[in-house]
């Protein structure tokens, strides 16, 4: 009885190197996507509490600017969020099973369509009320030609009504 020692070559552990590899590749790609999907969440509530803000500081004081400014960063960060969120998204559905929040996993790429119109809805509306609500703002009475410049910007504005 002879006892061979068989020696282990670099070529019959690669397909364990390969694997090992392959969950280090993907374990850095979710580190990833979860780290910008948390600096988005915290840049949506930033974008909440500032938007707060400006509406508890009353109609007549808003800066139409600095709202135009807020909805178009809403915007890119949804954006942001979905190009992060999309490899992930179809798995979804198939996450029902987990406790408590399942279903709101399941529901994900609709709530994610939801929102990208929502989003795409609020900066097409804001782009063709903005000059409406500058005049307003600057309103002291019922004065007809301000109606009247309301009226044509309203007119103009049916685009961006209609893409919203």
């Known amino acids: 009885m002879s006892k061979t020692k068989s020696k282990k070559t670099l070529f019959d552990c690669l397909p364990l190197l390969l694997v090992l590899v392959g969950l280090l590749i993907l374990s850095v790609w979710i580190g990833i996507v979860i ?3 948390y600096a988005l969440f915290q840049s949506a509530n930033k974008l909440q509490s500032i938007s ?3 509406l508890d500081e009353g109609v007549a004081e ?3 600017d600095h709202i135009e400014s807020l909805v178009i960063d809403a915007r890119s960060d949804f954006v942001e969020l979905q190009n992060v969120t999309r490899p992930l998204l179809g798995l979804a559905p198939y996450l029902s099973w987990v406790p408590e929040v399942g ?4 529901s994900a790429p609709q709530f994610m369509k939801m929102a ?3 989003s795409q809805a609020a900066v097409e509306l804001l782009a063709g009320f903005k000059p409406a609500v500058i005049i307003l703002q600057d309103m002291s009475g019922a004065d007809p030609s301000s109606i009247s410049q309301l009226l044509e910007i309203l007119a ?3 685009p961006n009504i209609n893409n919203a």
């Open 116 to 118: 990208d119109s929502g």
């Open 156 to 158: 103009t504005a049916e």
């Open 35 to 37: 780290y910008r999907g």
């Open 52 to 54: 707060q803000t400006l």
């Open 103 to 106: 279903p709101l996993l399941a």
């Open 62 to 64: 808003l800066d139409i």
